[in-house]
């Protein structure tokens, strides 16, 4: 067991993220557990819990390191049309999500203990991964009114997120390239059914 003072409060958050991760990377999250984690980086689950509070609050920390991680790689999809900048988001969205099947539903299927909302920081995350679509969208529309261009990145990544879950459950039947071909359909009709500017896409 680490010796107290060993290592900082924000080394020991670190080593326990780095710990679900990698737990995450090869098992899903039924069987962890904070004791678990407290065990693999050398501390008891009470430091643990002094640095986060709870263990969903670990958890939160690690599905917030994954958005971090998950808007770092979309957010170099910028130079090209907004078709094409908001369609190589979504493969690269499909692609992380099956290649990290576990973070990728924690982040969606972490709830918090006893209906609390999720942290302001959380939902800020959250946010400006939207915040990438709309910009291309506003490329697109500059007339549309800024609620009007929030719905439609609503929409258009609810229908990303729904064909990138069906794969992820393997309930789409189809291989990656497929998966790509109908995430590519999706975006181009969506889009062009809304009848944006043509000219810009």
């Not at 915040?131 to 969208?137: F, M, N, P, R, S």
């Not at 790509?180 to 810009?200: E, F, N, P, W």
Request: hydrophobic share 45%.
């Amino acid at each position: 067991m680490a010796r107290r003072k060993e290592h900082s409060h924000e080394q020991i958050k670190q080593m326990a993220i780095a710990a679900v991760l990698l737990h995450l990377q090869q098992d899903s999250l039924h069987g962890l557990s904070l004791r678990k984690i407290a065990a693999q980086i050398g501390y008891v689950p009470s430091t643990l819990i002094n640095i986060f509070g709870s263990y969903q609050y670990l958890l939160l920390a690690v599905s917030e390191h994954t958005l971090m991680n998950l808007s770092a790689i979309l957010q170099e999809f910028t130079t090209q049309t907004p078709l094409a900048n908001i369609n190589n988001m979504a493969i690269a969205y499909s692609t992380f999500a099956l290649e990290h099947k576990s973070c990728f539903r924690l982040v969606f299927e972490l709830s918090m203990p006893d209906d609390q909302p999720l942290p302001v920081n959380h939902l800020t995350l959250i946010k400006s991964l939207f915040a990438l679509v709309e910009c291309q969208l506003r490329l697109c529309a500059p007339s549309m009114s800024d609620q009007d261009i929030e719905v439609m990145s609503r929409v258009l990544w609810g229908g990303i997120h729904g064909l990138t879950c069906l794969a992820l459950d393997g309930k789409l039947f189809v291989t990656h390239s497929d998966l790509h071909a109908m995430l590519t359909s999706h975006v181009k009709g969506y889009i062009t059914g809304m009848g944006i500017h043509r000219d810009l896409l």
